[in-house]
């Protein structure tokens, strides 16, 4: 065996324990659809608040702010349900374990933070403060993708930091555009992870 094949051989070993430790099961057009239908939805938002400005919601009439608020619960909870089918067809297509322990303990790092995210932003609805509830969702989501992350290839991490720095920018600075904040991470940062993925791992 000469030395480029030895190192051809420790090549395919090092992809294998990857493998094995690591999550690589990530479907990329679930992330494009995710990410489209968020930018859909902050088109809407703007058409009805016509400001960039989360506090506007309490301007609107209650039918328009329950419609808002219908509308961005439709979004995650469809774009979850697409992410699980694709995630479970794309393991299947691969041979894999859908629901593998990786897989479980990235479902319990993320869930915590997911949790807490609907618990804060329920709590700030009933008091008004709609202008906390977008940079509160970019940090715990950040957050949650973060430590998933942690089980799986490097792109997920740099996701959840990129949430987490639009989060407190929104926080301190970027409020009055805080649907341009949620464009930019659960829209475009979304696409652009989801041809990440589509072109280093494949459909």
Not at 27 to 37: L, S, V
Not at 46 to 71: H, Q, T
Not at 96 to 125: D, E, T, V
């Amino acid at each position: 065996m000469d030395a480029k094949e030895a190192e051809r051989h420790l090549a395919t070993i090092r992809r294998i324990m990857e493998s094995a430790t690591q999550i690589t099961v990530l479907p990329g057009w679930a992330a494009m659809i995710g990410g489209a239908m968020a930018l859909a939805g902050c088109g809407v938002t703007y058409g009805l608040m016509k400001s960039m400005d989360f506090a506007r919601l309490a301007d609107l009439e209650p039918g328009r702010r329950i419609a808002l608020i219908s509308l961005w619960v439709g979004i995650a909870v469809v774009a979850t349900g697409i992410d699980v089918v694709m995630t479970v067809r794309l393991a299947r297509k691969k041979g894999k374990n859908p629901w593998s322990r990786l897989s479980q303990l990235a479902a319990f790092a993320m869930g915590p933070a997911i949790g807490a995210a609907f618990a804060l932003s329920l709590a700030l609805a009933l008091r008004g403060t709609w202008d906390l509830i977008p940079a509160i969702w970019m940090l715990l989501y950040g957050l949650g993708v973060w430590m998933a992350g942690v089980l799986s290839v490097r792109a997920p991490g740099i996701l959840g930091l990129v949430f987490m720095i639009a989060g407190v920018a929104t926080l301190f600075w970027a409020g009055p555009i805080a649907l341009l904040m949620v464009a930019v991470t659960f829209g475009l940062a979304h696409i652009v992870f989801g041809i990440h993925l589509i072109a280093r791992f494949g459909d």
